[in-house]
């Protein structure tokens, strides 16, 4: 199977994972770099075949998929996913914009429809809102959790009220934004490499003991409770 992975090095709502299903190469290659840039790692499939299997194989936060793909048409893929009980949320793309079309892309299980073509972003202004939803956080523009208030847009880090922003790192960012998003469940190494790594990142490395370590350093130790033999737990409120 051939697939594009995308190293990341930049950032954007959450730090999470994206399949990006689109066979204009030009297209995906330029939301890519977008989507890298605003904080995804981004997961390439250039037909519907492929697409689905990857969806089917690997826990996505997001899947931003185009529906005249070769191979397998997008319908298709979408309404095979929701038929096995994938509900990952699905941002549906199409140069086909008749409303008839946009009722069946619904009714296959798509989240929101985007018709071709788009500016990038609006596209990057619905993912956020889509997953905002997701995370039950409809109508924030940053993430908050007690006296912590992550600044998606600009990436800086927030704390007791004070405006004076602490700079993050690309991964210290899609780090934290993950925690914020899961408070107080168990968090394996596993699963955070998956939502901030490609899969081309070795699972045998220490770096997200060294990124825990520099959270820590700016949050506080006791935001990051380590769980032995689990995993780890973001504390959104210390007693």
């Given amino acids: 199977m051939k697939m594009m992975m995308a190293l990341i090095s930049g950032t954007m709502i959450k730090a999470m994972r994206l399949l990006l299903v689109e066979d204009d190469i030009k297209l995906a290659e330029n939301l890519q770099t977008e989507f890298i840039q605003k904080g995804f790692a981004v997961d390439l499939a250039h037909n519907g075949v492929d697409g689905e299997f990857m969806g089917d194989e690997e826990a996505y936060d997001m899947v ?27 941002i549906i793309l199409t140069a086909r914009d008749a409303w008839h079309e946009r009722i069946d892309g619904f009714k296959a299980g798509a989240d929101d429809y985007l018709g071709k ?11 956020q809102a889509l997953l905002r939803r997701t995370h039950d956080m409809a109508g924030q523009t940053s993430l908050e959790c007690d006296n912590i208030r992550l600044d998606e847009e600009t990436q800086q880090l927030f704390l007791n009220s004070n405006e004076q922003a602490i700079e993050l790192t690309g991964t210290e960012f899609r780090l934290l934004r993950y925690f914020m998003l899961n ?27 060294v990124y825990i370590r520099r959270l820590r350093e700016k949050i506080g130790k006791q935001r990051i409770v380590t769980r032995r033999g689990q995993g780890y737990i973001f504390m959104a409120k210390l007693e």
Avoid: C
């Fill in 183 to 209: 408070p107080g469940k168990v968090l394996s190494k596993t699963r955070l490499i998956d939502h901030i790594y490609d899969q081309d990142f070795d699972r045998d490395s220490n770096l997200i003991e």
């Fill in 64 to 90: 931003v998929l185009d529906l005249g793909l070769p191979e397998r048409p997008g319908l298709e893929v979408l309404a095979n996913w929701r038929k096995k009980g994938n509900s990952v949320p699905v």
């Fill in 117 to 127: 073509p788009f500016h990038i972003e609006e596209l990057t202004m619905r993912i």
